[in-house]
């Protein structure tokens, strides 16, 4: 039986100082969240291996994660962040490469003013490094970042890349049209992968499952069974119904796919895109 994992990730801590988007406004996740949180969840929903995900734009708190990682062994990869546009980045990227739990790179697209800052060609020597080290790409992307990350796919073939969430497809409006336009354009013209994390956050606070059906078929039939792969964006899963639920609602949403399929989705995509070793993290 393939290993179950949960593709996406967050442990923090507030004394660390440097989650600018988490603040008092943030409800019951403004709190610590560590591994004693987590495994109680973990253990309930079968799950195997996580990839632990940065939730702070600074390579202190990469560094934070790559500690627990080395304490904790069902964490079997680390998704960090290094300043991309830094003269520096290609040595900063080696240097931290050399832990071999960080398996990717995730700057934070969603929070910055300007859409297409990912074009820049102040990247390319970073994008360069991050292909020949193997190290994947998280795009925390939301729907207007999607041209410009259909040429940054064209321009980055070697590069692997993952959309984290979906895109945060904004289920609560109702407006999903150019949404499902590009992300079906993006599957259809490039090898991108595509998380199946953070939609009920995007969803009303008191969502059902109904509510999640098109978004999550639409994104099975742009991606197929080979490149979606599960998470629980815990613990900001927690504003909107928590871990047991958004688990079950992935899973039941998904109940007519081939045994074979479903284990793709969740557990071995995620293992086959950031490289786990067959026993890495049990």
């Known amino acids: 039986m393939i290993p179950a994992v949960d593709a ?49 734009p600074t390579e202190a708190e990469t560094l934070y994660l790559l500690d627990i990682a080395a304490a904790m062994p069902c964490v079997a990869a680390v998704v960090g962040w290094v300043d991309l546009a830094a003269r520096n980045a290609p040595d900063r990227l ?37 292909a020949e080290l193997g190290l994947r790409f998280d795009a925390l992307v939301k729907p207007q970042h999607l041209r410009p990350l259909l040429i940054f796919l064209d ?19 109702g407006m999903l049209n150019t949404w499902a336009r590009d992300m079906r354009e993006i599957a259809r013209e490039t090898s991108v992968s595509c ?26 039939d742009c991606f197929g069974p080979d490149r979606l792969m599960w998470g629980s964006d815990w613990p900001v899963v927690e504003l ?14 998904l109940s007519t796919l081939p045994t074979a399929e479903r284990e793709r989705i969740f557990g071995g995509n995620a293992s086959r895109f950031y490289g786990f070793a067959p026993d890495e993290g049990l």
Not at 99 to 122: A, H, I, K
Not at 206 to 215: H, P, R
Not at 240 to 253: D, K, L
Request: hydrophobic share 45%; aromatic share 8%.
């Open 8 to 56: 996406h990730q967050h442990f923090w801590s507030l004394s660390r100082g440097d989650y600018g988007w988490l603040t008092p406004d943030s409800g019951s996740i403004y709190r610590d969240f560590g591994p004693k949180d987590l495994v109680p969840l973990l253990e309930a929903a079968g799950i195997d291996r996580t990839v632990l995900v940065q939730a702070a």
């Open 94 to 130: 080696a240097a931290l490469a050399a832990n071999t739990r960080l398996r990717g790179v995730r700057p934070m697209l969603q929070d910055l003013p300007d859409p297409e800052w990912v074009l820049g060609d102040e990247l390319r020597p970073a994008l360069a490094a991050m």
């Open 155 to 173: 321009q980055n073939p070697d590069l692997a890349v993952v959309i984290d969430h979906g895109a945060k497809p904004a289920i609560r409006s």
């Open 195 to 220: 998380k199946l994390s953070g939609l009920v956050t995007e969803a009303k606070v008191d969502w059902q499952m109904g509510d999640l059906d098109y978004c999550i078929s639409h994104l099975l």
């Open 240 to 253: 909107a119904g928590g871990y047991r639920r958004w688990h079950e609602a992935a899973h039941a949403c």
